[in-house]
């Protein structure tokens, strides 16, 4: 976590974009407060030079009155001018904030969310940018306008009397005092109290993605109880936080207040005794004093925002300083042969735990690479690496001869294609999750990809057609249609080379069936990897690699293998025996 120097230095260059607003805010803003702070002494001239003498003109007075009353309107216009210029400013500062975190989540490296939880990441765009804005918003607005109220104030006290004005001085640094030691107690709470709401929102997010599997082995009580383990640490750091405020807020400074107006009190008393004493002064003065606590209160009430937002900018910031990848015009990119090549790559996801070791083959232009093995055998981490979501510890991989850690990473997948085991489909419709925005991939070409993965039938059998809307994840359609849907839409970006990440695995035969028939078609000049789980779909593959615990044990193809009698063959074997039996049975 950053220093909170660091972290106010930062939060400060965010400010500066908008200079000219604040500053021009803070102009009218003094303005305001003049306007405000001149009433009470046009009401001391009129209590000390008319309402004192023994023949009162009204004339002069309403006058003075107008001119007060003038004054209290001048003071509202500039007031609301100054507020909402700083309350807007504040907005786009985080408005800007939080588009600088979207954009470099883009960027970081997928390593970083294999080990951290959705939910804390949603947390950090969504909740602390939030607290970030209370910062600006609240108590920016409240520290500045409290500022120059207290500078203002302090002037008139002075006019109307010297000596008082500088013992009311010494106020300043007893509040100065209070907060220190209320911002020393209640930023460990504080700080707790964030990491239990951003721990919370990490389960809660968790819990409703694996709900079936919660209910299912009954782990509903015991998720509860995981989840009120945290609400009541956070509940417990809250309350000590609220007794921390209560004793040094309000309660010091109206207690200070109360002591000092009688003290001032006591001493234009004893002015009055000889005789000294203006009454228009002794009121403005009183009334002077009565300001001075309210800007300091209202200081205190927006500290907790402040250590909340503090906090919650340091998190920000960790995120922004973590290494990304610069986002490049991936539209200049050049299409690819898709000539691939592995040279001796050796990978691990933890250091001293190889999950691929020596890694090496090579895949032509138009080429099906079938990867198969068990699980954990490092079929995945060969995709995941040639879709540089990873980089190799040791090797080379090349696209065309051209090494892809030279590649920006957006030019390296402009003409690449995937289609996962488990799809997703956004929340949007048909079209749109064929075409994603694309605006080369018009509706002629959204109804070739989905006719030739065979999902056009049913897809025009719906209500709306191809604009008929998809739920979020595309719950309401089956595991079949959604892999289609995913299937069309890698087709429709026509990649040059083509992964298939046990795309068939969840899905009917019959519909395997029909994506076969389009592997056909789409496999034609461009190279393609399939991660098989079912070996009957990769016969026709022009390279079959079998992998055994992060190394290749054997390759080439369907009839190669066979002859083998190795691995291959077993696991072939096995899985014809497999539907024979589930053949036999449902017949």
């Known amino acids: 976590m950053e220093s909170k120097q660091n972290v106010s230095r930062r939060l400060f260059q965010y400010a500066l974009h908008y200079k000219f607003r604040i500053i021009a805010a803070l102009l009218i803003l003094c303005g305001a407060v003049g306007a405000e702070l001149g009433g009470p002494l046009i009401i001391q001239i009129i209590i000390d030079n008319h309402l004192s003498n023994e023949v009162i003109e009204i004339s002069p007075i309403l ?16 007031n609301f001018i100054q507020g909402y210029a700083l309350q807007t400013t504040a907005l786009r500062i985080i408005k800007n904030m939080r588009m600088d975190l979207m954009k470099h989540i883009q960027r970081i490296p997928i390593r970083y969310f294999d080990n951290t939880p959705i939910g804390q990441v949603v947390s950090r765009i969504a909740n602390d940018t939030e607290a970030i804005r209370d ?3 609240s108590f920016m607005a409240t520290f500045v306008v409290s500022t120059v109220q207290l500078i203002g104030i302090y002037v008139f006290l002075f006019i109307l009397d010297f000596k008082l004005a500088f013992l009311c001085l010494l106020l300043l ?20 109290m964030r990491a239990r709401l951003s721990d919370m929102n990490a389960m809660i997010n968790e819990s409703i993605h694996v709900m079936p599997i919660i209910q299912a082995f009954k782990r509903e009580r015991l998720t509860v109880e995981e989840f009120e383990k945290l609400n009541q640490d956070r509940y417990k750091n809250q309350l000590k936080q609220f007794r921390v405020f209560a004793l040094s807020s309000r309660n010091a400074v109206g207690t200070i207040g109360r002591l000092v107006t009688a003290m001032v009190i006591w001493y234009f008393g004893s002015q009055s005794l000889e005789g000294a004493i203006q009454f228009g002064v002794f009121y403005v003065f009183i009334d002077y004093l009565g300001r001075i606590f309210q800007p300091i209160i209202g200081i205190f009430d927006q500290l907790t925002n402040a250590q909340r937002a503090f906090v919650s900018a340091g ?32 990978f691990a996801y933890k250091s001293g735990e190889n999950v691929l070791k020596n890694i090496s083959f090579e895949a032509q232009k138009g080429e099906t690479i079938a990867l198969v093995g068990h699980t954990g055998s490092g079929k995945s981490s060969i995709m995941n690496l040639l879709l540089g979501f990873y980089e190799q510890n040791e090797g080379k991989i090349t696209i065309d001869n051209v090494d892809v850690t030279k590649l920006s990473k957006q030019a390296l997948r402009k003409h690449m294609g995937i289609v996962l085991q488990d799809p997703f489909l956004f929340a949007g419709d048909i079209k749109f999750n064929v075409s994603l925005y694309n605006e080369e991939i018009d509706m002629n070409k959204v109804k070739d990809a989905l006719q030739k993965v065979g999902a056009s039938t049913f897809v025009e059998q719906l209500p709306k057609g191809y604009d008929e809307p998809v739920v979020e994840r595309g719950s309401t359609l089956s595991a079949g249609q959604r892999q289609l849907i995913s299937f069309a839409r890698a087709l429709a970006f026509d990649p040059a080379i083509l992964i298939l990440d046990e795309a068939t695995a969840s899905i009917d035969s019959e519909t395997e069936g029909l994506i076969q028939k389009a592997l056909k078609v789409v496999s034609e000049g461009r190279t393609t990897f399939v991660i098989a789980h079912r070996l009957s779909t990769i016969r026709d593959a022009d390279q079959i690699l079998v992998l055994h615990r992060g190394e290749i044990v054997e390759r080439g193809n369907h009839e190669e293998l066979m002859e083998l009698k190795g691995r291959y063959h077993k696991m072939y074997q096995l899985q014809k025996g497999e539907r024979t039996q589930k053949s036999t049975s449902i017949s």
């Open 315 to 346: 998190r920000v910031f960790t995120i922004l300083d973590m290494d990304g990848k610069e986002i490049s015009n991936a539209d200049q990119a050049p299409r690819p042969e898709g000539r691939v090549r592995f040279d001796d790559v050796t």
């Open 63 to 78: 006058s003075l009155i107008g001119l007060y009353v003038g004054l209290l309107i001048t003071a509202s216009v500039l």
């Open 135 to 137: 910062l600006f918003m």
């Open 173 to 192: 640094p007893v509040f100065a005092l209070i907060m220190y030691i209320h911002l020393k107690y209640s930023k460990v709470f504080i700080t707790i």
